[in-house]
């Protein structure tokens, strides 16, 4: 755990003075009112930000790296692969977006798919265990478990 400790300009009078307390009974912040008296208290705690995201994908890749010895090629190529499709599907959306009637009924494709999809797989307890079991069985074909 890290902590920090601030304190500006400490106050010289304490007269009114209002003070914030968390649990540990330690001031958070003590105003001694006055323009110039005031004392601030910071305590930051550490944590482990593992669980993120990106930070999981940043080290997956690391660990396809350094296991690859002679795939790196092929991994670099990868990589600019997945920024040149990225790239051109934005391109490609943004020109479907300027013509003028494909974006609403492509939305209102999509909202009714999307009424379909909750009837169909959300609104029912069944439907939501067959969908729970369609995608244990995905997850499944796609890793080999």
């Known amino acids: 755990m ?6 500006l300009l400490p106050p010289l009078l304490l007269q009114n003075r209002k003070t914030l ?3 540990s009974q330690k001031p958070l912040i003590s105003y001694a009112g006055g323009r110039q008296n005031y ?4 305590k930051a705690s550490g944590y482990s930000s593992e669980s993120s995201t990106a930070l ?3 080290k997956s890749v690391q660990n396809v790296w350094d296991k690859s010895d002679e795939d790196k090629v092929g991994l670099i190529g990868l990589g600019f692969a997945a ?3 990225l790239w051109t599907s ?3 959306i943004s020109a479907v977006d300027k ?3 494909i974006p609403v009924v492509l939305e209102i494709i999509g909202i009714l798919f999307s009424a379909w999809f909750v009837y169909r797989y959300l609104l029912f307890k069944p439907d939501r265990e067959e969908l729970y079991q369609i995608i ?6 796609v890793f080999g478990l």
Do not use: H
């Open 2 to 7: 890290a902590s920090l400790t601030a304190s």
């Open 21 to 23: 307390y968390r649990s």
């Open 39 to 42: 004392a601030v208290v910071v």
């Open 56 to 58: 999981s994908i940043v």
């Open 83 to 85: 920024i040149v499709a």
């Open 90 to 92: 934005t391109n490609v």
């Open 99 to 101: 013509l003028p009637i």
């Open 136 to 141: 244990n069985k995905t997850i499944s074909q």
